[in-house]
């Protein structure tokens, strides 16, 4: 489990290694630029959306096929143990309990090798907060497509589940600079 991780973080951080944030340039060179800059010389250059959903992705993808494992594999276990009586809280509370460290190992993974070549400007312990919530998230949803699919669909059903989640809710199109000056919104 752990080597997906270090590959998808690995990956991540090769795609995004050029991804470095360009601020606004002074206006003394904005200048003297070529006539099809200047626009883009005023205005800083910032790739954070597209890392966010690259990450969000990679994050997604490993995390749902390895949160769908704690509750999938199991279902016939638990619908015998239900049937015996046994609440269904405490199991439920014991498993994402025992996957907390696992989940936590996984983003600590997926984070040391994405920072090798992204050129990050922040302190560490906010990008592995970032990435552990994202992994909490997936294997969340993980645990929720393995309830509601067969085993042998998983795969599929949380490859679309992932990709819809990021499409819908990415904020990189449209971003929010074009929804507050766009009237269509108003």
């Keep these: 489990d752990q080597l997906l991780h270090l590959g998808c973080g690995a990956f991540i951080s090769i795609a995004s290694r050029h991804f470095d944030y360009l601020g606004r340039q002074p206006k003394s060179i904005c200048a003297i630029a070529p006539i099809a800059l200047p626009s883009d010389c005023a205005s800083p250059v910032d790739h954070i959306a597209e890392v966010g959903v690259f990450v969000s992705l990679g994050v997604l993808f490993s995390g749902i096929s390895i949160g769908a494992a704690t509750f999938g594999n199991e279902k016939i276990v ?13 199991y439920f509370l014991a498993k994402v309990l025992a996957d907390l460290p696992r989940c936590l190992m996984a983003a600590l993974c997926f984070s040391l090798s994405f920072i090798v070549f992204f050129p990050y400007r922040s302190k560490y312990i906010f990008i592995f907060g970032i990435i552990a919530l994202l992994y909490f998230v997936s294997f969340a949803m993980g645990y929720f497509i393995s309830m509601i699919v067969r085993k042998e669909a998983v795969g599929l059903v949380g490859t679309a589940f992932a990709l819809g989640w990021a499409i819908v809710l990415s904020g990189v199109v449209p971003d929010l600079e074009t929804v507050n000056s766009d009237s269509t919104y108003d």
């Design 78 to 90: 638990y619908w015998r143990d239900s049937a015996a009586g046994m609440n269904s809280i405490p």
